[in-house]
């Protein structure tokens, strides 16, 4: 679903992303963890686009969507194409990112109508549906700013859910929420996940990652240090770096 | 003494006071278009619509009103084929450089928009100008309203200058009843009907502002 083949990203000299391979298979939920400024969200924003990266490939779902070779720009498929696979792509952010001035109902139909130009009728349907997953019925006709936390980022999942995205990116979902709130959310997750959606999740709730994730991957100064198992990655880890940053979070 | 002149005049400043009232409206509604166009071009990555945009707005906030006006009504004709009558030149004048300076207040309200309101939309697959016109735009209207409110009013103030080219609007009226009469107790009416309109728009404005102010 996922492929990065010799990836770098530099924010001008500052690199940022250092040869980074990675696959992430269909249903796969991968976590990633990692100290501050180690590049987890530059890597996740490189996918869907909203960062280009300086040199290597993204693959998505079989669809080459970004190649540079030497700095080079060497993509040769069309913009539209690739918003159109970026699409596939649901992203929830640490600070929600809900449009304020739309209500919970507005934000989850926004992008299926104008982007994908969904009947209204069957737009609503969904919505409703998809409130109803997130356990938010009620609050159809809310503006965001009149929920709590928790309540909007289960909103923005639902709004990113409704685009029927293949894959879902979380830069750090549940960090902005009090810790009474957290729960709520990872709960949305994990149900996800057992409904199957390939998922890449930034995070620092080990407790998650470690019941959910089907690997975990430990990023250090742009690079991947470790890419193994929940087991192995927390009774185990292979490399020195990782079981210091362990056991500083745990 | 003077008010039975004023009741009779009054017909015509208020005839007067309607002519400024729609210069007013006509200007701020295509200044805000091309506020918007100029706004877009200073916010765009191509430098060429950066650059033109600058020009435009250095050129028409640099420059009197009142220098505008005259040069598209006598130095146009000059050296181009272009003519226009004076209603025209008073509406393009006005247009043009309200156009300028909301150019720069669209400007500030939309890049006071937080940036991962862009970004959200852009992860939701929608474009640049799909995001700008759902998610962006509708977002500054509400910090948009009061610099725009003041700038209806400058505007609407600013409008007695077209008088300079023989429109009869508020001011020329007036003074056109001074001169004949020989009796300046015109521009006390005058006064009063412009502190109306301004008192007026400024409520206007604060209502828009309190309409738009509901989801945040
Ligand atoms: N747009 C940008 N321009 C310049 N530098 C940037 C930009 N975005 C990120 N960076 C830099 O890239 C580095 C990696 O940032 P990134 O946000 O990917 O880290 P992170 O692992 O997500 O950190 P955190 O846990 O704090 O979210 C940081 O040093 C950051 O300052
Ligand atoms: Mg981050």
Redesign the pocket.
């Known amino acids: 679903m996922i492929k990065l083949e010799n990836v770098y990203?530099s924010?001008?000299k500052?690199e940022?992303?250092k040869n980074i391979n990675l696959e992430v298979t269909k249903g796969e939920v991968v976590c990633?963890i990692?100290?501050?400024?180690?590049?987890?969200?530059?890597?996740?924003?490189c996918l869907n686009h909203l960062?280009r990266i300086t040199e290597g490939r993204t693959i998505i779902d079989g669809e080459l969507i970004d190649e540079k070779v030497k700095g080079k720009d060497s993509l040769k498929i069309s913009p539209k194409k690739v918003a159109l696979v970026c699409a596939e792509l649901g992203m929830v952010f640490?600070r929600f990112n809900l449009f304020p001035h739309l209500t919970v109902l507005e934000n989850i139909i926004e992008a299926p109508l104008t982007v994908k130009k969904i009947a209204r009728e069957i737009v609503m349907e969904e919505a409703t549906l998809l409130l109803k997953k997130v356990g938010l019925e009620d609050k159809k006709d809310e503006y965001p700013s009149r929920l709590s936390g928790g309540q909007q980022q289960r909103v923005a999942i639902a709004r990113a859910l409704a685009m029927n995205p293949k894959i879902m990116l979380f830069?750090?979902p549940t960090?902005a929420l009090d810790p009474e709130l957290v729960g709520e959310v990872l709960e949305v997750m994990k149900q996800l996940a057992r409904d199957g959606m390939t998922m890449l999740v930034?995070t620092?709730e080990m407790g998650f990652a470690r019941e959910v994730a089907n690997r975990i991957i430990f990023?250090d100064q742009?690079q991947i240090i470790e890419d193994s198992s929940p087991e192995e990655i927390f009774s185990n880890p292979r490399q020195e770096r990782t079981k210091s940053f362990l056991q500083k979070i745990l | 003494m003077g008010l039975q002149k004023i009741i009779t005049a009054m017909p015509a400043l208020l005839q007067g006071a309607g002519l400024t009232i729609l210069l007013t409206l006509v200007s701020i509604f295509f200044g805000l278009i091309l506020g918007l166009l100029l706004a877009l071009g200073r916010l765009s990555k191509n430098a060429f619509f950066d650059r033109l945009s600058q020009f435009y707005i250095w050129l028409f906030r640099g420059t009197p009103l009142l220098l505008q006006i005259f040069f598209i009504y006598y130095a146009l004709p000059t050296f181009t084929p272009i003519t226009f009558d004076a209603l025209p030149t008073a509406f393009i004048a006005l247009s043009l450089n309200s156009g300028a300076y909301l150019a720069e207040i669209i400007r500030a309200a939309i890049q006071s928009i937080d940036k991962g309101q862009m970004e959200a939309a852009k992860a939701l697959g929608m474009r640049y100008t799909q995001a700008m016109r759902r998610i962006v735009i509708p977002q500054s209207y509400r910090r948009l309203i009061p610099p725009t409110g003041n700038e209806f009013i400058a505007l609407l103030k600013d409008s007695s200058l077209v008088s300079v080219i023989a429109m009869t609007e508020l001011m020329r009226t007036t003074s056109l009843l001074s001169n004949s009469s020989g009796n300046a107790v015109y521009y006390i009416p005058c006064a009063l009907l412009y502190l109306a309109m301004t008192t007026i728009f400024t409520f206007v404005f604060s209502k828009l502002e309190k309409k738009y102010s509901i989801s945040e």
């Not at chain 1, 990692?34 to 924003?45: A, D, H, N």
């Open positions: 990203k924010f001008g500052l940022v992303l990633i990692g100290p501050s400024g180690s590049g987890k969200s530059t890597l996740l924003r960062e640490q830069d750090e960090s930034v620092h990023m742009g």
